[in-house]
């Protein structure tokens, strides 16, 4: 693993993220976070070197993307959005694209999100596509609704897809000031209001044929395009919350030594779920490639319950609002429905109904 995250620069970028004010609200958007991680170089972390990017192996990637969430959350969150949009654009064989907007994604100076949910998870039972694409004689013209995308409120290029009517589809970078693309006000949420998601809603959006980054192609986001639904990555932001919710009580057992008893099993769970995650990320896993969705349902699960025992421990102090064992409680929820595989989210089910012996 990289030296990078043992320098002093890069944990005083996590005390300083850990500092900085994040209200829980859609009015808020954590722009200093963002900044400061721009700053320190993490922007050019998933940017190929011909761009200037770093281009971090995906072990060091994801092991500072955990440690970023264990100090933000919710900056780390839309950072991972950003990644997915570099991620689309880096694969594309087009080749305007990458020279356009990667240069300066790569120094922080422009934002991009991603609203591809509706090509994977959002709204699969339904009878038509969210999106509709039709070709037109210079390109394609996009129409409906994009139903999540963060931060699309702050960003300048949002990289979102539909389906032809043949069933292929495309993916596409968009400039979210091109005309029909309306950026609707962002989602009242449980928690993670500061990531201002919402919805995109688009009426007959033009782009040209040297706008598309991948297809027409059937399940374009199964094309090597650069990660989907319920990737390590996710897995690390859970890891990186749970690790950050155990800091904090391990605080509390410094007035209140007999809650080590608790603390001290979700730190060692912890601790070994990390070392199955490193070792999934570097395909040493001994469940090959079923250790992906295990260590996710068991990532949701650890998230979730160290964050209630921290709330169990807190008492009625923990549960007014403002609280941080109350938001981590409400955070560590973002997981059953963020970017989560169906057999990871029932395997969380499962959790949840069994009867406790
Ligand atoms: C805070 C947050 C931020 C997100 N950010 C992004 C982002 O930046 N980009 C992005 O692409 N995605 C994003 N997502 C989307 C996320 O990754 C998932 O795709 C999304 O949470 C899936 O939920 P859904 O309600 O869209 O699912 P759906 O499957 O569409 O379910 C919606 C509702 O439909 C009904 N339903 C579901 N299945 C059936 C069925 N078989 N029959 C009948 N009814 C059914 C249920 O009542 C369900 O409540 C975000 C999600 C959250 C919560």
New binding site residues.
């Given amino acids: 693993m990289s030296t990078l995250f043992q320098t002093d620069s890069f944990q005083n970028l996590l005390s300083h993220l850990a500092s900085l004010p994040c209200e829980d609200s859609s009015d808020f958007w954590p722009a200093a976070q963002l900044t400061a991680m721009a700053q320190a170089g993490v922007t050019t972390w998933d940017i190929p070197p011909d761009f200037a990017g770093l281009d971090l192996p995906p072990v060091d990637m994801l092991e500072g993307l955990r440690q970023l969430a264990s100090a933000s959350l919710v900056a780390t969150f839309v950072l991972t ?1 950003r990644t997915a949009a570099v991620r689309r654009i880096a694969t594309s064989d087009n080749t305007t694209a990458r020279q356009t907007l990667l240069p300066a994604l790569c120094r922080g100076d422009i934002f991009a ?5 509706h090509l994977t ?5 339904l009878d038509k596509p969210l999106v509709g694409v039709h070709e037109t004689e210079s390109g394609f013209e996009l129409s409906g609704l994009v ?4 931060g699309a409120t702050q960003a300048d290029i949002l990289v979102t897809g539909g389906t032809l009517d043949d069933g292929r589809q495309i993916l596409t970078a968009i400039p979210t000031d091109r005309k029909g693309l309306a950026v609707q006000p962002p989602m009242q ?1 449980m928690a ?1 209001n500061a ?1 201002q ?1 919402g919805a995109v809603r688009l009426d007959r959006v033009q782009i040209t044929a040297d706008e598309v980054l991948h297809g027409p192609i059937e399940r374009v986001m199964s094309q090597g395009t650069g990660g989907g639904a319920g990737s390590l990555g996710t897995s690390a932001l859970a890891m990186g919350a749970a690790g950050g919710t155990l800091h904090g009580m391990r605080h509390e057992t410094d007035r209140r030594p007999e809650l080590l008893e608790y603390v001290t099993p979700l730190q060692r769970e912890h601790d070994e779920l990390l070392t199955g995650l490193r070792q999934a990320i570097a395909g040493e896993h001994p469940q090959g490639a079923k250790a992906g969705e295990q260590i996710r349902q068991q990532a949701n699960s650890l998230v979730m319950r160290s964050a209630q025992a921290w709330l169990a421990a807190t008492k009625g102090a923990g549960y007014v609002a403002g609280h941080p064992a109350e938001r981590a409680v409400r955070e560590s929820m ?1 997981f059953l ?3 989560c595989p169906q057999p990871v989210l029932a395997a969380n089910l499962q959790e949840f109904a069994c009867p406790v012996r």
């Fill in positions: 959005q999100t991603v609203g591809i949910s998870t959002s709204g699969q039972h139903p999540w995308s963060t949420l993670m990531s998601t973002f429905v963020w970017s």
